[in-house]
T-cell receptor, first 110, second 117 residues
Framework: GDSVTQMEGPVTLSEEAFLTINCTYTATGYPSLFWYVQYPGEGLQLLLK?????DKGSNKGFEATYRKETTSFHLEKGSVQVSDSAVYFC?????????FGQGTRLTINP | DAGVIQSPRHEVTEMGQEVTLRCKPI?????LFWYRQTMMRGLELLIYFNNNVPIDDSGMPEDRFSAKMPNASFSTLKIQPSEPRDSAVYFC???????????????FGSGTRLTVV
């Protein structure tokens, strides 16, 4: 069935480090792909999205490129901040549902 | 719009008691989803509605769980009787056409943290 596999966490980095969180998916067809972020005590918020192959989603310095050939949608940021500490979820859309990965907890130390 | 509104934010109850979680979706959204989040299982889709009609409840763990959507602006998730293993954060989300013709937006509420003791 359709599924999303995320890099296991937790991930701890120092401020200004480079971030990569890996995400791969299994799906029939070409689903839309998403990254959601969950800050402590809050619900999930859409971070970025891509709707077709080779699309790059970007927001708040984060980027992810829809790679059909490797069925991947890795999240990257060039220089993380303490305020980026949160749980990050990769998801694919099988309309009308979203299928989520397990989530990756990211902690950024000053 | 105030977004998806869930209540209560926190609920502590004793094993065996009935628990009712509430959700108000975004006005105009035609889909409503209930998710459960635990450390062990991540985010699980329990049930979803389209235009107030339950479409897929295959994620509901047991008969102790039930969900209703009596109108477009209100949904409940009920657990009766509750058990300690039901302790989790329960999220409601709604979706509908937003931000242009091709993006079907998805908005989550802040969740209800349920603790069954």
């Amino acid at each position: 069935g359709d599924s999303v596999t995320q890099m296991e966490g937790p991930v701890t980095l120092s401020e200004e480090a480079f971030l990569t969180i890996n995400c791969t998916y299994t799906a029939t067809g070409y689903p839309s792909l998403f990254w959601y972020v969950q800050y402590p005590g809050e619900g999930l918020q859409l971070l970025l999205k891509a709707t077709k192959a080779d699309d790059k989603g970007s927001n708040k310095g984060f980027e992810a490129t829809y790679r059909k050939e490797t069925t991947s949608f890795h999240l990257e940021k060039g220089s993380v901040q303490v305020s980026d500490s949160a749980v990050y979820f990769c998801a694919l859309k099988i309309p009308p549902k979203l299928v989520f990965g397990q989530g990756t907890r990211l902690t950024i130390n000053p | 719009d105030a977004g998806v509104i869930q209540s209560p934010r926190h609920e502590v109850t004793e094993m065996g008691q009935e628990v009712t979680l509430r959700c108000k979706p975004i006005s105009g959204h035609d889909y409503l989803f209930w998710y459960r989040q635990t450390m062990m299982r991540g985010l699980e889709l329990l049930i979803y509605f389209n235009n107030n009609v339950p479409i897929d409840d295959s994620g509901m763990p047991e008969d102790r769980f039930s969900a209703k959507m009596p109108n477009a602006s209100f949904s409940t998730l009920k657990i009766q009787p509750s058990e300690p293993r039901d302790s989790a954060v329960y999220f409601c989300a709604s979706s509908g056409w937003t931000g242009g013709p091709k993006f079907y937006g998805y908005t989550f509420g802040s969740g209800t943290r349920l603790t069954v003791v």
